[in-house]
């Protein structure tokens, strides 16, 4: 990977009438197109850690490279311009329509105004913002549409880094998750370097590619891939932030497609039914998938077949638990408690079979 | 009680202002200059006062004392006072007229800069601006509200104000006053005053119809 987009050296911050430490030797690195997640109870130095980087907050000790360049030689507006900045309370100017709103940073830059009216009407179609609002003042935009709108400022001079604090939190939970979805979205795309900070430790598993956990006192506790953190806590404070349904948390992050699904036992309908019995024996169950040519038509058993000639002679049932190959093994285990069965139909692609999944599978993660 | 002393004399007669149409025209316009010019130099002042002091917090309470004596001082004597070094001249007028706007138009531009949201303020400065930019591009344009309604305080205090300069040859329409108290002769005490109050409406409308014009962001709902 060569060398980290960001990295903190020994980071400390005190600031000024503290006796305690807000950063204590804080080391980090976060590499290009990485979305990592700053998260702790307040008190953790998290914000202070993000401000450090765009220097709004100035270390006491220690060195931040941003792209191999040490910040605290380069001029802070200059800087700051060239790293998209998202505050929880968003701070729109009040004073300036959505579009200029939107065009703040490129206008700094001294961009043409036919270049910043398209990038505006780019990020306006990004954000699902419609032409309509671009016009408009903030205080006649809901809290969603605000939250957008400091989203879409943020990324107007298509900065390679971008630091986010809390950039969801004062909406409602409903309106949250939609703008984690699209964030999500355009990240994918867009592979921005980004510092998010949150206390929310859901939204970090959600959105991390890396989390750091930070203790009070700016300790960092762990830094690792969600799944990493989930399965492998460092220690019990760690242990004690993931809170109840760690195991949970953890499947919710795993597909189907990314664990080995067993085939289970499978007959085509035109088989005799011997073959079918054959099947069920080698197997062990008592039941059998019906596939033809790749594509599920359901279940059948033993008492259906009994005294059939052919598979297809018995009717086939249809499973009641289906799971797609990208859902996750949360959704999975979801929907083998609430179907009451003990075996769901792994699909993908509408209805090609892949295999079936069971309750002793999905525990077998877990532990894993 | 001069009123009543002439007793042949109607309260007001008419034909009086048909043959001073012009004089009462000249005063009128020397009126609203002698306000504009204390307004205008007052905001210069109180303009980097008042972003002096919102910065450094320890120079506001000797600012808003300073001009809070100004404002305290009787504008009859400070007008006579300042008449034996500056004379009867439009620099004596202004100087005692500008000290009255500077109280008001201070606290204002103060406050308008306290009122600018923080979490704007923050996010300006993280995307880059300079604290210049910051001051003419933010701080500014939002305290503008509250700086326009010093201003139109400031406005009407002063066109009242603008009449007892006639005591130093000055006065606009208070010229008419003094040679109506001066001679027994109530018409253009009356014609000065109602002037000089329809001046001091019409300023304020004319200065809020400007902030409507200027701040439209600020029609709708107030920003949190």
Redesign the interface.
């Given at each position: 990977m060569g060398e980290p987009h960001i990295r903190l050296v020994d980071v400390v911050k005190q600031f000024p009438n503290s006796q305690s430490l807000a950063v204590d030797h804080l080391n980090l690195e976060i590499e290009e197109g990485e979305t990592a997640v700053l998260v702790g109870p307040s008190g953790c130095g998290k914000t202070t850690t993000m401000k450090m980087i765009n220097r709004l907050v100035e270390p006491t000790s220690g060195q931040i490279y941003v792209d191999g360049r040490d910040v605290m030689e380069q001029d802070p507006v200059q800087l700051r311009r060239g790293i998209g900045y998202v505050i929880q309370t968003i701070g729109l100017m009040p004073h300036r329509t959505i579009a200029q709103n939107i065009a703040t940073v490129p206008e700094l830059l001294g961009w043409e105004d036919s270049r910043v009216k398209s990038r505006v009407t780019e990020l306006a179609g990004m954000l699902e913002l419609s032409i309509e609002l671009l016009s408009r003042y903030p205080s006649e935009l809901s809290g969603g549409q605000r939250q957008r709108v400091g989203v879409a400022r943020a990324l107007a001079a298509d900065p390679p880094v971008m630091l986010m604090d809390e950039p969801f939190g004062a909406v409602d939970p409903i309106v949250r998750a939609r703008l984690q979805d699209q964030f999500l979205d355009i990240q994918d795309r867009l592979r921005k370097t980004i510092v998010f900070v949150t206390h929310d430790i859901d939204e970090a598993i959600k959105m991390a590619d890396r989390i750091a956990i930070l203790n009070v006192g700016g300790i960092l506790e762990q830094y690792d891939s969600p799944k990493e953190i989930l399965r492998n806590p460092a220690n019990d404070f760690v242990r004690e932030f993931l809170g109840s349904e760690r195991g949970l948390k953890r499947l919710a992050l795993i597909k189907v497609s990314e664990i080995e699904v067993e085939e289970g036992p499978v007959v085509a309908p035109g088989e005799p039914v011997q073959k079918a019995f054959e099947v069920m024996e080698s197997s062990g169950s008592t039941w059998t998938s019906v596939v033809e040519d790749g594509e599920l038509l359901g279940w059948v058993d033993r008492q259906a077949l009994e005294g059939k000639a052919r598979v297809s002679d018995a009717p086939a049932q249809k499973f009641s638990a289906f799971v797609t190959a990208d859902s996750s093994l949360r959704e999975a285990l979801d929907s083998l408690i609430t179907s009451e069965t003990q075996v769901a139909a792994v699909v993908w692609e509408g209805q090609r079979y892949r295999g079936v999944l069971n309750l002793e599978r999905i525990s077998r993660e877990i532990l894993a | 009680m001069i009123l009543a002393q002439s007793t042949e004399e109607p309260f007001f007669r008419p034909e009086w202002v048909g043959r001073n149409l012009d004089r009462i025209w000249e005063q009128l316009v020397e009126h609203a200059y002698l306000t504009g010019l204390a307004i205008a130099i007052g905001l210069l002042i109180s303009i980097p006062a008042g972003v002096f002091a919102y910065r450094h917090r320890r120079a506001y309470p000797p600012i808003t004392w300073f001009a809070g004596f100004l404002y305290t001082i009787p504008s009859l004597a400070l007008f006579a006072f300042l008449t034996a070094y500056t004379g009867l001249t439009t620099l004596t007028a202004e100087i005692g007229l500008v000290s009255y706007t500077l109280l008001i138009l201070i606290r204002n531009v103060v406050a308008g800069l306290e009122g600018v949201?923080p979490?704007?303020?923050?996010?300006?400065?993280?995307?880059?601006?300079?604290s210049r930019?910051m001051l003419w591009r933010?701080e500014l344009?939002?305290a503008f509200p509250v700086i326009l309604a010093g201003i139109r305080v400031a406005t009407v205090t002063i066109i009242g104000l603008v009449t007892v300069t006639s005591l130093i040859g000055k006065g606009g329409l208070g010229a008419f006053i003094l040679q109506g108290i001066q001679r027994f002769f109530s018409t253009p005490i009356v014609v000065g005053a109602v002037l000089s109050v329809l001046l001091a409406v019409a300023a304020d409308l004319g200065l809020l119809g400007l902030q409507r014009v200027l701040?439209?962001?600020?029609r709708?709902?107030?920003?949190?």
């Open positions: - | 949201p979490d704007t303020r923050e996010a300006a400065r993280g995307m880059g601006y300079t930019q933010v344009p939002l701040t439209p962001w600020s709708e709902k107030k920003w949190a």
